[in-house]
């Protein structure tokens, strides 16, 4: 079963931040939240991830809320490359496989 | 770093046949390695889990008789695909964790199936 929420698809404009949000409102202690986009026809593309604190990288930005029930990624600058399905997922530090179980994502367009 | 290839990009086959898709770790070590399968229009769907040394653990409702997965080195997994059925057209894609880090998989370009 799902363990996130995400909207389905949202529209962003070239150079403006894009904020794409996530539910999940379940998630346990020993959780975390990754997430991965996925360019048309192409394997999936590890983002960040982040466990309680607020992450940051060379791509995005994770802001996770005090109660970890919902998080947002931010793209700062979003270009047309950055079109992609964006998965948000949680999956526990504990299992040793690492299983990503990937939900329906939101479909993020950029235009110019 | 942290390239992870597919082998080959696509592939068509005959009804009955089998397939071999490879999947390789370039540049790092990979003690868990997993394949997914994705149709059209849709979400990827875990298959199984494939460590190094040992059997695949597959997914519920998968065939493990029907979806060979051998994990032979640290670098390598392969799919192989028995007896092939139009359905089975998919694509099919691994990723894989770096022993280093443990957290983030890296995924390969994917291999297009297509079963005529």
């Known amino acids: 079963d799902a363990k996130t929420t995400q909207p389905p698809s949202m529209d962003c404009a070239e150079g403006r931040a894009a904020n794409l949000p996530c539910n999940h409102s379940t998630i346990s202690g020993n959780e975390y939240v990754y997430w991965y986009r996925q360019i048309h026809s192409q394997g999936p593309q590890y983002i960040i991830h982040g466990l309680k604190n607020n992450e940051t990288n060379e791509m995005a930005s994770l802001i996770i809320t005090e109660d970890r029930k919902s998080s947002t990624l931010i793209l700062p600058h979003a270009t047309l490359r950055d079109t992609a399905v964006y998965y948000c997922i949680v999956s526990p530090s504990t299992d040793s496989w690492g299983k990503l179980q990937f939900g329906a994502g939101t479909q993020v367009v950029v235009t110019p | ?116």
């Open chain 2, 1 to 116: 770093g942290a390239v992870v290839s597919q082998h080959p990009s696509w592939v068509i086959c005959k009804s009955g046949t089998s397939v071999k898709i490879e999947c390789r770790s370039l540049d790092f070590q990979a003690t868990t390695m997993f394949w997914y399968r994705q149709f059209p229009k849709q979400s990827l769907m875990l298959m199984a889990t494939s460590n190094e040394g040992s059997k695949a653990t597959y997914e519920q409702g998968v065939e493990k008789d029907k979806f060979l997965i051998n994990h032979a080195s640290l670098t390598l997994s392969t799919l192989t695909v028995t007896s092939a059925h139009p359905e089975d057209s998919s694509f099919y894609i691994c990723s894989a964790t770096p022993v280093a880090s443990g957290r983030e998989q890296y995924f390969g370009p994917g291999t297009r199936l297509t079963v005529t």
